[in-house]
T-cell receptor, first 117, second 115 residues
Framework: GAVVSQHPSWVICKSGTSVKIECRSLDFQATTMFWYRQFPKQSLMLMATSNEGSKATYEQGVEKDKFLINHASLTLSTLTVTSAHPEDSSFYIC?????????????FGPGTRLLVL | AQTVTQSQPEMSVQEAETVTLSCTYDTSESDYYLFWYKQPPSRQMILVIRQEAYKQQNATENRFSVNFQKAAKSFSLKISDSQLGDAAMYFCAYKEALYGNKLVFGAGTILRVKS
């Protein structure tokens, strides 16, 4: 149980284009999902908290217009990197909070590697 | 603000032996949750173990156990009978119980397992 998928796992795009990453909770409903960014050998950096049916909450320093988040259903959140540039190249990870658990454990997707040329 | 500190950037252990990874945290809350996550080379984050602060008993999951010292704000992870598949980056994480949505992560510890 508590499986989270992410698609795509790998994406290469040209500078200036937009890229959409999907995060799905496969066997549970998630009112809240999270988007992280991770650089090699570093910890996870929270970008935003995605809430089903409402606007995402962005962390300080994260550009809302650049990283668009949509949480349209209890099992799907999407992150769109708009007008991507090489500095946006990174590993993006989503997680979903299992509402059934008191501890509200976050379960993570396998991540998406983005390379912007 | 809460902080999580993992003071060991890298650790090594011989296969079949035991290793302990350290984690300390800073909080003024009395009710919270603590987690250890494992990130192998595939970079998939995997939940290893979790602990509720109100429980005095240390959590255990097979070969993984924690030493939770609430007064000292310490939450170490012990891996017994280490296996090659345990090689990974390990992250300690904290979450407030009542009002917190976010996980606060430590910097991580790279664990190497020698055969």
């Amino acid at each position: 149980g508590a499986v989270v998928s992410q698609h795509p796992s790998w994406v290469i795009c040209k500078s200036g284009t937009s890229v959409k990453i999907e995060c799905r909770s496969l066997d549970f409903q998630a009112t809240t999902m999270f988007w992280y960014r991770q650089f090699p050998k570093q910890s996870l950096m929270l970008m935003a908290t995605s809430n089903e049916g409402s606007k995402a909450t962005y962390e300080q320093g994260v550009e809302k217009d650049k990283f668009l988040i949509n949480h349209a259903s209890l099992t799907l959140s999407t992150l769109t990197v708009t007008s991507a540039h090489p500095e946006d190249s990174s590993f993006y990870i989503c997680s979903a909070r299992d509402n059934r658990e008191v501890q509200e454990t976050q379960y993570f997707g396998p991540g998406t590697r983005l390379l912007v040329l | 603000a809460q902080t999580v500190t993992q003071s060991q950037p890298e650790m090594s252990v011989q296969e079949a032996e035991t290793v302990t990874l350290s984690c300390t945290y800073d909080t003024s809350e009395s009710d919270y949750y603590l987690f250890w996550y494992k990130q192998p080379p595939s970079r998939q984050m995997i939940l290893v173990i979790r602990q509720e602060a109100y429980k005095q008993q240390n959590a255990t999951e097979n070969r993984f156990s924690v030493n939770f010292q609430k007064a000292a704000k310490s939450f170490s992870l012990k891996i017994s009978d280490s296996q090659l598949g345990d090689a990974a980056m390990y992250f300690c994480a904290y979450k407030e119980a009542l009002y917190g949505n976010k996980l606060v992560f430590g910097a991580g510890t790279i664990l190497r397992v020698k055969s």
